[in-house]
T-cell receptor, first 111, second 112 residues
Framework: KAGVTQTPRYLIKTRGQQVTLSCSPI?????VSWYQQTPGQGLQFLFE???????NKGNFPGRFSGRQFSNSRSEMNVSTLELGDSALYLC??????????FGPGTRLLVL | GENVEQHPSTLSVQEGDSAVIKCTYS??????FPWYKQELGKRPQLIID?????GEKKDQRIAVTLNKTAKHFSLHITETQPEDSAVYFC???????????FGTGTRLTVIP
């Protein structure tokens, strides 16, 4: 099976802009989670979607949002970008109670 | 919420030696503990995981031990090789939950 894919891989934005990142899970996986990875804060959970519904949410401001489509693909959106939003954004998919498999990430740089 | 602490932050070992990374967690309801390896510029990859009904699990040169009473778990890598050099993350979550709480990572360097 193909692994988790994310697009785009790299992105440069300026403060105040918004950005949309995309994640395609492993075929058959209905759960998609998003994480933010930074050198200072490490890997932090953003939110998780299952069957188009957000099931769980981390401690991030409302500028961070997401959605999931009927084919389990997921997008996350960050509005009004801040310098501190520069990070590697990882999505992970899983089936049932099994392991989460990570995508390669989208590296976002906010200038 | 869950708090996972990981030590050491950096670890250097000679090739062939063993490496041990330790993590503690705070939420007694956590019962799933995966370990991920992340090489530079790459995605985190699961290397081993353990559930709370098991005390130890081995996979070739890698083993994980869990002490539920003390709320700590450890990763053991034996006969280390240069390709083991990477950042290793421990994580914890509750059964049925889909958010992993990660430790801060350990940068392992295996010196040839």
């Amino acid at each position: 099976k193909a692994g988790v894919t994310q697009t785009p891989r790299y992105l440069i934005k300026t403060r105040g802009q918004q950005v949309t990142l995309s994640c395609s899970p492993i075929s058959g996986h209905r759960s998609v989670s998003w994480y933010q990875q930074t050198p200072g804060q490490g890997l932090q959970f953003l939110f998780e979607y299952f069957s188009e519904t957000q099931r769980n949410k981390g401690n991030f401001p409302g500028r961070f949002s997401g959605r999931q489509f009927s084919n389990s693909r997921s997008e996350m959106n960050v509005s009004t970008l801040e310098l501190g939003d520069s990070a590697l954004y990882l999505c992970a998919s899983k089936a049932g109670q099994e392991t989460q498999y990570f995508g390669p990430g989208t590296r976002l740089l906010v200038l | 919420g869950e708090n996972v602490e990981q030590h050491p932050s950096t670890l250097s070992v000679q090739e062939g030696d063993s490496a041990v990374i330790k993590c503690t967690y705070s939420d007694s309801a956590s019962n799933y503990f995966p370990w991920y390896k992340q090489e530079l510029g790459k995605r985190p990859q699961l290397i081993i995981d353990i559930r709370s009904n098991v005390g130890e699990k081995k996979d070739q040169r890698i083993a994980v031990t869990l002490n539920k009473t003390a709320k700590h778990f450890s990763l053991h890598i034996t006969e280390t090789q240069p390709e083991d050099s990477a950042v290793y993350f421990c994580a914890a979550s509750r059964s049925g939950a889909n958010n992993l709480f990660f430790g801060t990572g350990t940068r392992l360097t295996v010196i040839p």
